[in-house]
T-cell receptor
Framework: AQSVTQPDIHITVSEGASLELRCNYS??????LFWYVQSPGQGLQLLLK??????LVQGIKGFEAEFKRSQSSFNLRKPSVHWSDAAEYFC????????????FGAGTILRVKS | DAGVTQSPTHLIKTRGQQVTLRCSPK?????VSWYQQALGQGPQFIFQ???????QRGNFPDRFSGHQFPNYSSELNVNALLLGDSALYLC?????????????FGPGTRLTVL
């Protein structure tokens, strides 16, 4: 079965500093990997996704993520964080044989210090 | 395009009652998935509807049921409510075909069971 682990419950970074949010997945074949962001009172917004090909994927709002098969990881990065990036971030995994079902991690809450 | 809409925004029920949540998918989408997001956790897949039939189901009891209408809108019904059913219920719509078709999430319905 698929599973996703986000080891960090909370992360605090200063505005302008770089950011890396960790995500590890468990799945036998090549997974479909996603990062979503959720602001208070809002639904989930897709930041980026990986299906195949180039292991470094670019997303919206200046985010990128790198798929590392050997480490079963899909970490999210941003070179310079803005105060508006404060939100909760979710990593998710899907698979063709599971249809549209996504399995989410528990999330990482990002706080940005000014 | 209004995107995915859900109603109501908030709902308060007591144990043992029944509740119905509603979802209108994004224009052009034919598949609706429902997720439960308990406080401090990531969304958990409940089930998915396509062509008015339940196509996939997560690990949820039969108290959770749903329906999809010919216009692709959907309802989630929960019977015999328990305190543990208190959560944010998210609806996501997509085009059928697998996880590579982006799922768009609504803002959710916050259910509180007293």
């Amino acid at each position: 079965a698929q599973s996703v682990t986000q080891p960090d419950i909370h992360i605090t970074v200063s505005e302008g500093a770089s950011l890396e949010l960790r995500c590890n997945y468990s799945y036998g074949a090549t997974p479909y990997l996603f990062w979503y962001v959720q602001s208070p009172g809002q639904g989930l917004q897709l930041l980026l996704k990986y299906f195949s090909g180039d292991t470094l994927v670019q997303g919206i709002k200046g985010f990128e993520a790198e798929f590392k098969r050997s480490q079963s990881s899909f970490n999210l990065r941003k070179p310079s964080v803005h105060w508006s990036d404060a939100a909760e971030y979710f990593c998710a995994v899907g698979a063709r044989e599971y249809g549209n079902k996504l399995v989410f991690g528990a999330g990482t809450i990002l706080r940005v210090k000014s | 395009d209004a995107g995915v809409t859900q109603s109501p925004t908030h709902l308060i029920k007591t144990r043992g009652q029944q509740v119905t949540l509603r979802c209108s998918p994004k224009s052009g989408h034919d598949t609706v998935s429902w997720y439960q997001q308990a406080l401090g956790q990531g969304p958990q897949f409940i089930f998915q509807y396509y062509e008015e039939e339940e196509r996939q189901r997560g690990n949820f009891p039969d108290r959770f049921s749903g329906h999809q209408f010919p216009n692709y809108s959907s309802e989630l019904n929960v019977n015999a409510l328990l305190l543990g059913d208190s959560a944010l219920y998210l609806c996501a719509s997509s085009i059928a075909g697998g996880p590579y078709n982006e799922q768009f999430f609504g803002p959710g319905t916050r259910l509180t069971v007293l």
